[in-house]
Structure formats: C-alpha cells, structure tokens
C-alpha cells in the first residue's frame, strides 16, 4: 500500500524536484499519478515527465457486465469505487513512490459515464488536497489522441488523427497538445460500438471488437459484400449505423433452426463487416490526409488495435510516403498512462484545476485549449 504523509510530513521535507516551479511559472519537470474511470476500467499509471513511464496497472470490470452484453453505469460506479484505492496503492509501489514524488494528478473528468467519472474524479482531486499537489481533469479522448507518444517512437505534430473507441469516431487534424480541428465524426454509432453491436447479433461476447476480429479470421472475404456507408460522396464524416442493419439482415436470411447462421457463415458475416468497417475507415483516413496535406496519421482509442485496420492503413499510406503511428494494444484501449500523460503535459505548462471534481459526460474535444507556454 502506498503511505499517505500527514501534512506536516510534507512540510518537513525539503521541496521534491518534481515540486519545483521555474521563474516562467512552470514546472520543468513532474511526476504525475493518473486515473481513469470514464467506462468499464479502472486504469491507474505514473508517468514521469523525464524517466517516462514508471508503473502502470488496470482492472477491467469485462466480466462484470458481460452477462448483460454491455456497460451497466450503475455497476460501473460501484466497481470503480471497490477497486480504485487498491489499484493506486499497488501502482505507487510498483512504481516505487510515495505521495511526497507526486507533483501532480490527473483524472478523467470526462467524457464518459458521469458516475463512474465522479469515483475517480473524487479520488484523485481528494489526494491532490491532502498531498498538496495540483490536480488536472483530462478529456478521455485527448488521452486516447496522445497515448502513441507513450511509444519509443512518437509521431511528431502536425498530424491528422483517426480516434475510433466504443463512444467516438473521428478524423481530427492535431497542430499539438489541445490544437484540435474536428475534420469529421459519426453521424451516429461509433466504430467500436458498430463492433460490438454485430458481435451481439452473432451472439458473441462484449467488448465485441476483438471477438468479431478472431472470427474474421477464418472467414472468406469473397463471400458477402457489405455496404461502405458514406463513402460515395464527398466528406469526412462517418455512419455505421446501416452497416448494423445490413449485417442483421444477412444472419436473418441464413438462420438456421438454432437462430444463427453456421460457422462458416458466421465467420463469413464477421469478416464481410470488418472489411466493410475498415475499407470505410481506410477511405476517409486518405481523404482527410490529401485534404489537409498531412503525412503522418495517428490512430488511437480501442479499435485502433484491430489487426486488419493497422495493416490495411500501413499498406494505403505506404503507398502515398505516408505513416502510421498506433500505441501498443494495452494503450489503445482505455488506460491510466495516457491519462497521467496527458495530464502531465498540461501540468508542466501550468494548467492545473480547481478544487472542484470536475464530471463532463459530454465534452467536445474541440473546445480545449492548447498549452500556450
Ligand atoms: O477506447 P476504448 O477502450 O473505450 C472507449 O473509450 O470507448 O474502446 C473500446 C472499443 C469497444 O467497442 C471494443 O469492441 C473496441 O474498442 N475494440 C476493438 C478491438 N479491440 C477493442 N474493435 C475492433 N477490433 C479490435 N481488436
Ligand atoms: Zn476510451
């Protein structure tokens, strides 16, 4: 467990590097605890602006809510709430620090289910008070948008990002930290959620994304072809939502006495939908890189990890000198570190909030503000 200090303890020790603000008004340096409980994980990281990453650690509630097929936010909450302070206390040990190395911490404040936001934004605006820190909230999606530059090879701004999660798709042109232009978005579900819908329908289990990919494996590509919604017209923006009623179209037709369809024609559907998702995805990434004259593509939020999407996005920027960045697949779902990172950045450049826990169910990334040292 990690050992909270009387305050007086604090005083008495001399001021932590990580503490030190330069003559400009920020600091130089900072070692940030972040937290993340937007959804379904309790993910817990501290991230040191010099060392990088020193511990990290996440608990998934997947097996709390898998019997009712997705997120229930009341039983969000309550896991959040059982789980959070453990969780901390092991990744400080891990990261072999007690609340005097901590200059900073932030939290997601949003956008996300607004109970399970309030645990981890109590938690960590509480330690913040009593370890007389700074505390920032972070927008999940800035979180998700900077977690490739967790990776020993960042990608460098100017870029155009592709962030596709369970609750978001879009394409955003990135001039830096808090400079976002939404070039393009869905016009109803989102990507990840277009996954784990049809995984529902071929009664798989939630998160669907990975399991519709396993099953995409042994399906034969030439078999169905689904609709690329929206790609016929001129835009950026997204739909999936057809996508879903086409795909429960083609089960309805090939069901057989069970009410599904067989095997091999489950894993023929699976793969008809991934390629119908990533061939969208695929067709506007270019679109948005040729409209805004950008090379470099970074993608981020859940479905990043998706095998087929990563190699068909290589291959199509490849071909133009272009690149792709992705973080590694335990960042590109949701996670404490690109929180502490995100955080980090903006506390370095003096941005810290107020006491007040802050809790934004709906947050446009568009209206945060860029670092402005
Ligand atoms: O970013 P994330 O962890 O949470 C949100 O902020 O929503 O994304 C979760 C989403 C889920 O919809 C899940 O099915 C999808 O990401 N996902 C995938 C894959 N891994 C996770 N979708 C497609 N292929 C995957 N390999
Ligand atoms: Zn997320």
Known sequence: MFRPRRSSQVEKRP?????????????????????????DETGVAVYDSERGLLAHDLYSQVKVHAEYGGVVPELASRDHVRKILPLIGKVMTDA??????????????????VGALMVGGA?????????????????HMEGHLLAPMLEDNP??????????????????????VGEYEILGESVDDAAGEAFDKAAKMLDLDYPGGPEIARLAEQGDPARFTFPRPMTDRPGLDFSFSGLKTYTLNTIAEHRQSDGL?????????????????????????????????????????????????????????????GKVFYARNEFCTDNGAMIAYAGCQRLLAGQA?????????RWPLDTLQGLER
């Not at 620090?97 to 996300?112: K, L």
């Not at 330690?127 to 820190?133: E, K, M, Q, R, T």
Request: hydrophobic content about 45%; glycine content about 12%; aromatic content about 6%.
């Open 123 to 139: 938690v960590a605006r509480s330690l913040a008070y009593a370890w007389h820190v700074p505390a920032v909230g972070v927008h």
């Open 155 to 176: 990608p460098a701004f100017p870029f155009v990002a592709l962030l596709v999660s369970g609750g978001h798709t879009q394409l955003v042109a990135v001039q830096g």
């Open 261 to 321: 369809p067989d095997d091999q024609t489950m894993a023929d559907i699976a793969c008809a939908f991934q390629e119908a998702v990533v061939d969208t995805l695929v067709i506007k990434c270019r679109r948005a890189l040729e409209q805004t004259g950008l090379g470099t593509l970074v993608m981020a939020g859940g479905v990043s990890a998706n095998r087929r999407l990563r190699g068909r996005l290589e291959t199509a920027l490849a071909k133009v000198g």
């Open 353 to 361: 909030d107020g006491l007040a826990i802050k809790a934004v169910p």
């Open 96 to 113: 072999d620090c007690i609340a005097v190395d901590i200059g900073g911490i932030a939290y997601t404040a949003g956008p996300g289910l």
């Open 15 to 39: 001021p932590s590097l990580y503490h030190c603000r330069s003559f400009f008004g920020y600091c130089l340096t900072m070692r940030v605890l972040g937290i993340e409980t937007s959804c």
